[in-house]
């Protein structure tokens, strides 16, 4: 829990720091989130995110946010799966839900045009820290 709240902090940093009135470059942008590491090992959830954001005439049109376990794996709809199976059905579907997050996170950012007015899901904290992490990474390289 403690690394969570870390992650977070670190992310709302970047934020004000990334999200500001700033001068984007048109183009396709790539942002990665660090990895983020449960203390609860395994089961509770680990990985990073990543975001790729297109900017034209100095806005966003369009963003995908995807999330990958340590190991570069992509979570899917397999993910929460073990062999395939699912074997506890409320660690798959709290995962299943953390990954429909991504594609409502990645929506709410084209429609509003700054991450801090993303909202987050509840049951996918750690995707929207991911998710700011990575926004404000691809604004970086994006900055004119």
């Given at each position: 829990?403690?690394?969570?709240?870390?992650?977070?902090?670190?992310?709302?940093?970047?934020?004000?720091?990334?999200?500001?009135?700033?001068?984007?470059?048109?183009?396709?942008?790539?942002?990665?989130?660090?990895?983020?590491?449960?203390?609860e090992?395994?089961?509770?959830?680990?990985?990073?995110?990543?975001?790729?954001?297109?900017?034209?005439?100095?806005?966003?049109t369009?963003?995908?946010?995807?999330?990958?376990?340590?190991?570069?794996?992509?979570?899917?709809?397999?993910?929460g799966?073990?062999?395939?199976?699912?074997?506890?059905?409320?660690?798959?579907?709290?995962?299943?839900?953390a990954?429909?997050?991504?594609?409502?996170?990645?929506?709410?950012?084209?429609?509003?045009?700054?991450?801090?007015?993303?909202?987050?899901?509840?049951?996918?904290?750690?995707?929207?820290?991911?998710?700011?992490?990575?926004?404000a990474?691809?604004?970086?390289?994006?900055?004119?």
């Amino acid at each position: 829990m403690r690394k969570a709240a870390i992650l977070l902090a670190v992310s709302m940093l970047l934020c004000l720091t990334a999200c500001g009135e700033k001068s984007y470059a048109d183009g396709t942008y790539t942002g990665r989130s660090a990895d983020y590491t449960s203390e609860e090992g395994e089961e509770a959830g680990n990985g990073y995110g990543v975001v790729e954001l297109t900017i034209s005439g100095g806005q966003i049109t369009s963003c995908t946010f995807q999330t990958y376990e340590l190991d570069g794996t992509l979570k899917d709809e397999d993910y929460g799966k073990e062999n395939g199976e699912v074997k506890n059905k409320d660690f798959y579907n709290k995962a299943q839900k953390a990954r429909a997050a991504c594609e409502n996170y990645a929506a709410q950012l084209v429609a509003k045009q700054r991450v801090k007015d993303v909202d987050s899901v509840s049951g996918a904290t750690v995707n929207y820290s991911e998710f700011k992490e990575a926004v404000a990474d691809a604004l970086q390289k994006a900055e004119q």
